[in-house]
């Protein structure tokens, strides 16, 4: 595969429930980012990561536990979410911090 | 803080018509300037970037000028089809710290 990978695509999940995002990506960067993009909203930034240390935790509610194991792959661990956590997760990559994004496809998380 | 303004949609136009989307930047520092497109069901995708001043960016018939006298980088298409109906962000960014406007969504039809 190449570029940026998400899976599941569609996540749908009581509030109860642990589940995790996963991204990986295919193009030797070395840092990758959550993005939750919500219907009417702008983008937000959620984590940032650069050489698997975290740079940036953008306020981000501890529901939301980021994981990234190496350069290549980042997690999104879920638990106890709210109904407004629905949203499209974005998962992105840059070669470095200055660089231009890379976007996988997403997630589209549904919490009931 | 840093943030980016981009004209709010929908905008709705016909095939072969000329699309403008405003977008203005806080300037600090000295970021750069990135137009991205969404396509439905999809991730954000690089659509053309400038990283300083006066560079233009261009793609697929898209321009867009980093003007920093204005503030500005508006992204332009002379003659738009219906395969560029998407939504698209405009993005400042610098040291990894990306602000994204709210996107436009366009729609071109027939």
């Known amino acids: 595969e190449t570029g940026v990978t998400q899976t599941p695509r569609h996540l749908v999940m009581g509030m109860t429930n642990k589940k995790s995002l996963k991204c990986e990506q295919h193009?030797?960067?070395?840092?990758m980012y959550w993005y939750k993009q919500s219907a009417k909203k702008p983008l937000e930034l959620m984590f940032v990561y650069n050489f698997k240390e975290q740079t940036e935790n953008n306020s981000v509610p501890s529901r939301f536990s980021p994981e990234c194991p190496n350069s290549s792959h980042l997690f999104l661990h879920l638990h106890t979410l709210q109904p407004e956590d629905s949203a499209l997760y974005l998962c992105?990559?840059?070669?470095?911090?200055?660089?231009?994004?890379?976007f996988g496809p997403g997630t589209r998380l549904t919490v009931l | 803080g840093d943030s980016v303004t981009q004209m709010e949609g929908p905008v709705t136009l016909s095939e072969e018509a000329c699309l403008t989307i405003?977008?203005?930047?806080?300037?600090?520092?000295?970021?750069?300037l990135f137009w991205y497109v969404q396509y439905p069901g999809e991730g954000l995708q690089l659509l053309l970037k400038a990283t300083k001043a006066d560079d233009k960016g261009s793609n697929k018939g898209f321009e867009a000028t980093y003007r920093k006298e204005t503030t500005s980088f508006h992204l332009e298409k002379g003659s738009v089809q219906v395969s560029d109906s998407a939504v698209y962000f405009c993005?400042?960014?610098?040291?990894?710290?990306?602000?994204f406007g709210a996107g436009t969504q366009v729609v071109v039809t027939p």
């Open positions: 405003n977008c203005t930047y806080t300037a600090t520092g000295y970021p750069s």
């Open positions: 993005a400042r960014g610098s040291w990894g710290k990306f602000q």
């Open positions: 992105a990559s840059s070669p470095g911090l200055e660089d231009e994004q890379f």
């Open positions: 193009l030797g960067h070395n840092a």
